[in-house]
């Protein structure tokens, strides 16, 4: 069974609607969940941070975690063309030495 | 803004010879982390290191793999005797405590031929 699961996509959507970007894990020992977006050949930028279950917002992004049911979920409001990337999920055990990735969901805003 | 610098951004080596990959972390950060990518594939975690000694390690990071904090602003993975499956995105990156967030430099691709 792999540890992170995450839906490769492509996913395409017209600017200014909302995206929901999921993940789902096998390891209930994951304490630290994570969101990375990726441009083409370029390195993974950090979205967004959170700590075990709940909610966390950050302009148009919201990321949620609800660990009854391995679930992480990366919400973003009025997509732009700009957000057009493919979005990582990463989590962490609580000795945090190393991240587990999922295998990333391609984003495409179409303008 | 302070930022993961890697150089460089792309070495192409023959099969056999030995690269060094260069990682300047963000100045205050104490964890250091390399993972690779494989084209298509997943981020994978190869190595973590704090205070001058490898936190954990996975099984990629096999005697061929070594890495050093050399001086007190780079973080350097050296492989040892390159294969082909070598080739791919090498990625280092840097937290400031060990449950904060890390910061993903642009990462070195890396052409084994």
């Known amino acids: 069974q792999k540890e992170v699961e995450q839906d490769p996509g492509p996913l395409s959507v017209p600017e200014g609607a909302i995206v929901s970007l999921n993940c789902t894990y096998s390891?209930?020992?994951?304490?630290?969940f994570m969101w990375y977006r990726q441009y083409s050949r370029k390195g993974p930028e950090l979205l967004m941070y959170?700590?075990?279950?709940g909610n966390k917002e950050d302009g148009r992004f919201t990321a949620q975690v609800d660990k009854s049911s391995k679930y992480i979920s990366l919400f973003i409001r009025d997509s732009q063309p700009s957000d057009s990337a493919t979005y990582l999920c990463?989590?962490?055990?609580?000795?945090?030495?190393?991240?587990?990735f999922g295998s990333g969901t391609k984003l495409n805003v179409k303008p | 803004e302070p930022e993961v610098t890697q150089t460089p951004s792309h070495q192409v080596t023959q099969m056999g010879q030995e690269v060094i990959l260069r990682c300047v972390p963000i100045s205050n950060h104490l964890y250091f982390y390399w993972y690779r990518q494989i084209l298509g594939q997943k981020v994978e975690f190869l190595v973590s290191f704090y205070n001058n000694e490898i936190s954990e390690k996975s099984e990629i990071f096999d005697d061929q793999f070594s890495v050093e904090r050399p001086d007190g602003s780079n973080f350097t993975l050296k492989i040892r005797s390159t294969k082909l499956e070598d080739s791919a995105m090498y990625f280092c990156?840097?937290?400031?405590?060990?449950?904060?967030?890390?910061?993903f430099g642009q990462g070195t691709r890396l052409t084994v031929v």
């Open positions: 959170t700590y075990s279950s």
């Open positions: 990463a989590m962490s055990l609580r000795n945090f030495n190393k991240f587990y």
């Open positions: 390891n209930s020992a994951f304490q630290y």
């Open positions: 990156a840097s937290s400031v405590d060990r449950q904060a967030e890390a910061f």
